[in-house]
């Protein structure tokens, strides 16, 4: 199996002027002008490379097409006007947020493949330095010719940027190209074995304490649900415990749980084929919480955070559960199982009922659990399920980081289309509406009492089928490791 690496960008604070940097080029921001303009004006930053230009720059970039809208990125060259022979206007948008300058950021790196190094003078440099991480993101390991095409850009000089930047953005962005590229490994070399193999490397990396729990093991303690679900394929399930103590003083104790289906062909009740070869990012919540869990453990975020990661293949076969059956999952509670493609929410319940066992103060789990979401909120926003104070304070955050999110509620009347006629419920209901808002519901039937607890439903946000945008490539983006990081921070600050 390929092991992910480090990003092969690197980003590093700006000593000098963007203007008389030793660069290949230098980067400015660009907002669009207010209703009586014709052209773009330079964001702050960018003061001494217009000087340069004797204060014409943004003239000069609105003749070769610039506006100022979001992530538009235009070429100039310098002639000799700065030491950079390229200068590279990228549009912000009319609201200057950190996202903004991230995407522009992240768009930049991705439009300046193939060259070396760069100097970026934009507002809020941290944001640059992260979106230009993010968005130079590559994933090669399954190539003949690995080393072929356009490398990214190899490093940033970021002008405004100080240690802690530099620190925090490398840190999130190796933490969000470790699930990218876990996401992207085809399901022949990423299942179970395997992906838990890579995140028990990845935890004794970080420090963290490993537990691996083998097939027999979940016979042994009971966990029905991650049984069952993989019992259909000879490549047979694992449960990964990864532990940050938390330092010195934690102040809260945190369970992650992440869903890990590393290849869901929907079972027995088999999925379409169109689109099926999507389904190997059917683990991006296991991905992105074992990568927040090691990047807390990097970023020494006061907070002990446990991530339980159930990993199974989903697979038709002479021994695949079947629609009907009853498993026992973990903790004693019965399921009737009427559609064996609803099986992330099985081998969830399991791993959420372990997670309680440690008594955290707070359980966060995320997964690609329903097509609903996408239905209901599209392909970039999540939907947040769960306690409401907690649920509010997650969405608020994803919003905050770029990783938008969405509330939603868990009405008490689509309990009851949970009943089983033979078990103590049901894993669907009987029709199609209130999918995402049912698997909320199921879920939360596993869920300790008095435990705070979120779930975040990553189906459309955490794997892009269509074109690269901002710093968000296509396939597997990483989605919601910020979010994930920002509440331990939040809960570190406020508790």
């Known amino acids: 199996m390929a092991v992910s690496t480090p990003p092969a960008t690197t980003v590093a604070p700006l000593e000098g002027s963007p203007a008389t940097a030793e660069v290949d080029a230098v ?8 209703s009586g303009e014709s052209g773009p004006v330079l964001a702050p930053g960018a003061e001494l490379v217009d000087a340069g230009f004797d204060g014409g720059l943004a003239a000069l970039l609105a003749t070769a097409g610039a506006t100022g809208k979001a992530e538009e990125v235009v070429r100039l060259p310098s002639r000799g006007a700065v030491r950079a022979p390229l200068v590279v206007g990228v549009g912000l948008g009319k609201a200057v947020t950190a996202d903004a300058v991230r995407r522009a950021a992240g768009a930049v790196a991705r439009s300046l493949s193939g060259t070396a190094t760069i ?4 507002p809020e440099p941290a944001a640059a330095a992260e ?8 994933f090669t390991a399954f190539r003949s010719e690995p080393g072929s095409g356009k490398a990214p850009v190899s490093s940033a000089l970021v002008a405004g940027l100080d240690a802690a930047g530099t620190e925090r953005a490398a840190a999130i962005g190796e933490a969000v190209h470790t699930a990218r590229d876990l996401i992207n490994t085809p399901p022949n070399a990423l299942y179970p074995e395997t992906f838990a193999a890579r995140a028990a490397e990845i935890g004794e990396a970080a420090g963290l304490t490993v537990e691996v729990l083998d097939d027999t093991a979940l016979a042994e303690g009971g966990f029905g649900g991650i049984l069952g679900v993989g019992q259909g394929s000879s490549r047979l399930p694992r449960l990964v415990r990864l532990t940050w103590a938390g330092g010195a003083a934690p102040a809260k104790k945190v369970a992650l749980v992440g869903k890990g289906i590393t290849f869901d ?3 027995i009740s088999i999925k379409p084929a169109a689109g099926m070869d999507h389904m190997t990012s059917d683990m991006s919540g296991a991905a992105a919480v074992i990568a927040t ?13 446990t991530a339980t990661v159930p990993m199974a293949e989903n697979m038709p076969s002479d021994t695949a559960y079947r629609p009907g059956d009853v498993l026992t999952m973990y903790g004693g509670k019965t399921v009737e199982v009427l559609n064996t493609d609803a099986e992330g929410r099985l081998i969830l319940a399991d791993a959420m009922v372990r997670a309680a066992e440690d008594a955290p103060d707070y359980l966060v789990e995320t997964s690609t659990l329903t097509g609903a979401q996408m239905v209901a909120l599209g392909n970039r926003t999540a939907g947040v399920m769960g306690s409401e104070e907690l649920r509010d304070r ?4 994803g919003r905050e980081v770029g990783e938008d999110a969405w509330a939603m509620p868990l009405p008490e009347h689509l309990r009851g289309e949970l009943d089983s ?3 103590d419920l049901a894993n669907v209901t009987g029709n199609r509406f ?22 975040i439903d990553i189906a459309g946000p955490s794997f892009n089928t269509g074109g690269p945008w901002g710093y968000t490539p296509k396939g597997g983006t990483g989605t919601p490791i910020r979010t994930l990081l920002a509440l331990l921070e939040d809960i570190a600050a406020n508790g």
């Not at 980067?27 to 207010?34: A, K, Q």
Request: hydrophobic share 65%.
């Open 421 to 423: 006629r033979v078990a």
């Open 434 to 455: 209130g999918g995402m808002l049912a698997a909320g519901i199921f879920l939360r039937e596993f869920v300790a009492d008095g435990l705070a607890w979120a779930h």
């Open 131 to 138: 979106g230009v991480l993010l968005g130079a993101y590559r």
């Open 119 to 122: 100097a970026v003078a934009t």
């Open 265 to 267: 062909t929907g079972g």
């Open 293 to 305: 869990v090691a990047l807390a453990a990097r970023l020494n975020v006061p907070v002990a955070v």
């Open 394 to 397: 997650v969405a608020a955050l």
């Open 27 to 34: 980067v400015v921001g660009l907002v669009p002008g207010d």
